[in-house]
């Protein structure tokens, strides 16, 4: 059974830094993509980034390029999710949710696997 949970949420101040984690367990990832989702109260789930587990490749939404990296610990299983130069619209829920297969996709019909989401917080 896939688990993923996610922590490293919280309060921060616009263009402050947070890094949230996806801790994953229950099968063995290498053929997995891990992505990076969020929703605002009242929106839709939006694509933020993800990273093929194997070889560590990424994409990421142009919303959020340039100011976030997501990279993954094969030693650890986790993926992360650096956000820098955070904005208030940056306010939601973020999940991590898995998709087994080798290829990048930002879309979330694809992934079967989804943590609890963390909230993250930007004041203005």
């Known amino acids: 059974q896939v688990q993923l949970v996610e922590s490293g949420g919280g309060l921060v101040q616009t263009g402050g830094s947070l890094k949230l984690t996806c801790a994953a367990s229950?099968?063995?990832?290498?053929?997995?993509?891990i992505g990076w989702f969020r929703q605002a109260p009242g929106k839709e789930r939006e694509f933020v980034s993800a990273i093929t587990w194997s070889g560590g490749n990424t994409i990421n939404a142009e919303s959020v390029k340039g100011r976030f990296i997501t990279s993954r610990d094969n030693a650890k299983n986790t993926v992360s999710l650096q956000m820098h130069f955070l904005k208030p619209e940056d306010t939601a829920v973020y999940y991590c949710a898995a998709a087994h297969q080798a290829i990048l996709t930002a879309s979330h019909h694809e992934y079967h696997y989804w943590g609890q989401g963390t909230q993250v917080t930007v004041s203005s």
């Open positions: 229950g099968h063995a990832f290498t053929s997995y993509v």
